[in-house]
Nanobody, 124 residues
Framework: QVQLVESGGGLVQAGGSLRLSCAAS????????MGWFRQAPGKEREFVAG????????YYTESVKGRFTISRDTAKNTVFLQMNSLKPEDTAVYYC?????????????????WGQGAQVTVSS
């Protein structure tokens, strides 16, 4: 089992910044992918960004490119999502996810472990 705990959400004005953290515990892996997803009210959950645990390869959805940065601290089993130039449309619950299966794709997973979510609200 893998446990994922997000932190760092909150309320921020448009143009501001937040950093989300995701601490992983339980099984440890050398080759699994990590991702951030978000779900806004009334909308489906969508992929935001992903990173390979060992190689540092990353992938972003188009709407956040140049504004969000995903990174990881392998020694602390933690993944981060730095969010800059936030917009009201970024308002959502953000979920951290882990893809532990062999050959899991950063973009397409499958992601089989999920955190509880962190609310991010951007006011205009």
């Amino acid at each position: 089992q893998v446990q994922l705990v997000e932190s760092g959400g909150g309320l921020v004005q448009a143009g501001g910044s937040l950093r989300l953290s995701c601490a992983a515990s339980g099984r440890t892996f050398s080759n699994y992918v990590m991702g951030w997803f978000r779900q806004a009210p009334g909308k489906e959950r969508e992929f935001v960004a992903g990173i390979s645990w060992s190689g540092g390869s990353t992938y972003y959805t188009e709407s956040v490119k140049g504004r969000f940065t995903i990174s990881r601290d392998t020694a602390k089993n933690t993944v981060f999502l730095q969010m800059n130039s936030l917009k009201p449309e970024d308002t959502a619950v953000y979920y951290c996810a882990a893809g532990t299966r062999t050959n899991a794709s950063i973009r397409y997973g499958p992601y089989d472990y999920w955190g509880q979510g962190a609310q991010v609200t951007v006011s205009s």
